[in-house]
Each structure stands twice: as C-alpha cells, then as structure tokens.
C-alpha cells in the first residue's frame, strides 16, 4: 500500500466522496504553500481543481491525489510544470523592455512569431494572443500580461 492509499484513505471515508470518476478542472498557482489538498491534508502551491464526472461534486487537491483520482498521470504534472515555467518568466515578462504601446494606447509585443495584444476594456485590459481573444478581463495590467504569458504557454 502506497503513501496515497494509507494517508487518504481515511479522509475519504469521512467524507463520503467516491474515490474514482474524477476529471481535472484546471491547475491554479497560489503563489505560495496556503493551499490544502482536501483528499491528504497536505500543503500545496499548486491547486488542482476537479469535479466528478458522474456526480457533480467539485473538490481541491495536490498532484499526486488528483493523479490517483481523475487515472491521469500526465495531465495533471504538464500543466504543473507549465505554470512553473509561467511563474519563472513572469517577472521578466512583466518588466521587459519589448513591450510597447500603440497610438490607440494598447500596449503590445511580438513574441515566439504571435504578436500579443493587451487592449482598455471598460476599466480593466483584456487580452489577445495571436488570433486567440481571452475570454476574461483583467483589473491590472501585470495581470492581463501574466494571463497572456500562460496562453502563450499553452499555444501548441
């Protein structure tokens, strides 16, 4: 019996979840260790969030919990590793000097061939990566321009 076996198991006896069935939802960086796998108690950065594919319910856990409840051991450490690697970049990202702004006052670079656009919308600044408009808008411009650093990420 592995760790996740013998330290979970009791957890998820308690609250009544089924153990398999799981999809994961998305992978959310805290910044820092604040975060608690619901399923082993452990501290995490990294919050991967699922929900149960038949029944609905939707729950918070670490790597190797989501690992073992959704069956898949890839998807779960690639998107981990993307926001590593968004974490690290971002604060060059941020104060590049490639940046620049446009006579309408976007401000806009050109980055692995796609030209990344940060755009006014009302208050906040949306954003757009190569053809892909994001679908949500960002109070500040450092977090517009983090949002497009993870689209680039993520761009095939």
């Keep these: 019996m592995d760790f996740f076996e013998k330290e979970c198991v009791h957890r998820w006896k308690a609250n009544g979840l089924p153990r398999k069935g799981w999809e994961l939802v998305d992978v959310e960086d805290t910044g820092d260790l604040t975060s608690e796998c619901e399923w082993c108690g452990t501290s995490i950065r990294y919050v991967h969030h699922i929900v149960h594919k038949t029944q609905g319910h939707r729950s918070t856990c670490g790597c190797v919990c989501g690992e073992n409840l959704t069956q898949d051991y890839v998807g779960h450490r690639a998107k981990e590793k993307m926001l590593r690697k968004t974490a690290s970049m971002s604060k060059r990202w941020l104060t590049s000097p490639?940046?620049?702004?446009?006579?309408?006052?976007?401000i806009y670079r050109r980055d692995q061939a796609v030209q990344v656009l940060l755009y006014k919308k009302g208050a906040n600044w949306g954003i757009k990566v190569g053809e892909d408009w994001g679908t949500r808008t960002y109070p500040s411009l450092d977090q517009a321009k983090i949002a497009a650093l993870r689209l680039l990420n993520e761009r095939p």
């Design 98 to 106: 490639r940046w620049r702004q446009s006579e309408r006052g976007n």
